[in-house]
Nanobody, 121 residues
Framework: QVQLVESGGGLVQPGGSLRLSCAAS????????MGWYRQAPGNQRELVAA???????NYVDSVKGRFTISRDNAKNTVYLQMSSLKPEDTAVYYC???????????????WGQGTLVTVSS
């Protein structure tokens, strides 16, 4: 069984920083794209940032220049460094990954349980 476990959420003041981590565990052959999504109350879940196994990244316009996504392939872990946080960044942040698993080497889309980020003074 493959799972994603997130950590690093919490309460931060506007202008502050947080770092989210998401580690994949279980029977893993390889991991393709890893990403972070967020969902605020009353809103649809949106892609915040994604990174390929080769390190190519993309971001939603609202976080460009403030958030940085990275990954450690040896640790099957993806990170989201968030800086200059704004109240509108408040949401539950979810990790997502496309994981190839043995024995059939099919591609599974796995979601983490979510971690709450609250930006407030």
């Amino acid at each position: 069984q493959v799972q994603l476990v997130e950590s690093g959420g919490g309460l931060v003041q506007p202008g502050g920083s947080l770092r989210l981590s998401c580690a994949a565990s279980g029977s893993i052959f390889s991991i393709n794209v890893m990403g972070w999504y967020r969902q605020a109350p009353g809103n649809q879940r949106e892609l915040v940032a994604a990174i390929t196994s080769g390190g190519s990244t993309n971001y939603v316009d609202s976080v460009k220049g403030r958030f940085t996504i990275s990954r450690d392939n040896a640790k099957n872990t993806v990170y989201l460094q968030m800086s200059s946080l704004k109240p509108e960044d408040t949401a539950v942040y979810y990790c997502n990954a496309g994981i190839v698993t043995p024995p059939n080497y099919g591609l599974l889309e796995i979601w983490g349980q979510g971690t709450l980020v609250t930006v407030s003074s």
